[in-house]
């Protein structure tokens, strides 16, 4: 800290700069070991009349809200007139004026976050899609024979998890417990579809696979918007959403393992693969109970200032906003208790009467017709080119290590480039291309290499996009009311898709599967006109905010003169839409 001879002789060149500008911005510096239990808090401002405001040191609480303690204190000293100008500052204040930590604090943050919040939720993800995707390798290793199904039976047991999977999306309780009991429900399903040993009961253990998974991955993006800020989410969905060709690729590589092993195994090939996939989620399931956190507060692995810091970080996305209280309990008591109290009813239908949600719950509905379909069939589908059994499992997994890479990459520079529109229409475009190619190698009977180098661009399309159509309906709500609402009807729109999806490929359009393929096509191509809508639409949006938003400053300036941060306010509490 400065001395007070620095102080004397700085002072008139402080005057000085103070007099040529009107306002200047406030710095936060902290003093101490980031871990520590307590930290002391240096803030140096400037007043916008070009008085100094004396150091304080400010002993910050984690668990109770120093931020808010401290500015009641500071407003019980003083007079009015000082108390009006602190007043008047906050509502001028950039948001730096938020940010009460270092930039290496928030990176450490991120960092901790990401390795043990998203990786997690990742292992999650990817069991998940595991257990309701495994259906199609067991399929071509068994299953079939074994239980005499015919194409309509398999349709039916790929149809009614999405069934019950639309119906039971919803939950009530804090994450950590619904979290770990859908992983433990899910893994014990798949674990029991071994012993089944008819179409019926199959049947109702896919169902009640359904409803186990359908709190999990419809709220997940929304559970992850409480720990990371518009401009990270895309990264974030991606990393979780690439679990899934992750997922897909190590299953039929573990599916011929289990296959080439199962031969010689007392146990049918596809039993084993039911049981051997579907266990382990019942062991991360213990865990999941006491990793996962409510909130970014409630977080075990962060110390108490690493708390601290992820509660602030986020605060200035809320500020000025009407959830702004509502958002700091659920920051730090857990965003379902949060939720709960003081719920705004206004965002609620806004969000359901907004054309948006609805553009892009069907962008979400035509890339489902995909999604869901090509993980279940494509064994089948490489068996029928004339490969064996064994090797239709080993070359399902290159398209989806490819559609993995893709997926972070499309996230990643999405994120960085701060758009959603372009990278979905692109990869759109390309799942339509090589769906086409598949339809159209098929319906001139080409050599299969050419259907098999269609798989490519058509599921790292899709999986892409899905995942952009989910980080972009959270993006463009203000509230999380909002949020809330228009992950809701993006899943109870969209998730209809896969009753579609499962049924494209009957047994009777073997071995080509031409019309599945071009009608894959055909919804890929509607994503991306939807998306180009979507984007025309909120581009005039962001148009007609910052028309009005220099309007309403022009009559600002004009009320009041230039003094207590009429500045500062420009652009302040203006949303915009990511486009």
Known sequence: MPNHDHDADNSEQQRGASSSSHSSPSVARLTSDSDSEEEDLDVHEIGYTGQSIKLEDIAVNAEKGSVQQYEQEEDARGGAEEKEQRVRRRRGTSIQSFELYTPDEEKAVLRKLDRRLVLFMALLYMLSFLDRSNIGNAKIAGLSRDLRLSSSQYEWLLTVFYITYILFEYRVVPPHIYISLC????GLLASLQSVTSSFSSLLIIRALLGISEAAFGPGLPFYLSFFYRREELALRTGLFISAAPLATSFASSL?????????HSPIAPWRLLFLVEGFPSVLVAVAAWYHVPDSPGTARYLTARQKRVAVLRLRSERAGSENEKTFHRSATQGYSSGQTKGLKWKHIVQALLDPKCYLTAFMFFSCNVAFSSMPVFLPTIIHEMGYSFISSQALSAPPYLFSFIIVLLTAYFSDRLRTRSVFICVHALSAAAGYALIAIAGAYELPSAYRYIGIYPAAAGFFSAIMLIITWTLNNQESDEGKGTGVAMLNVIGQCGPLLGTRLYPHRDAPYYVRGMAVCA?????????????????G???ERRLSAGRAEREAQMDAEPLVGGARRRRGRGQFLFIL
């Open 183 to 186: 992983v433990l429900s899910w």
């Open 255 to 263: 599916a011929w393992a289990i296959t080439e092993l199962g031969q």
């Open 522 to 538: 055909g919804f890929m191509l509607l994503v991306c006109v939807l998306a180009l809508v979507l984007r025309l639409v909120l």
């Open 540 to 542: 005039r949006e962001n």
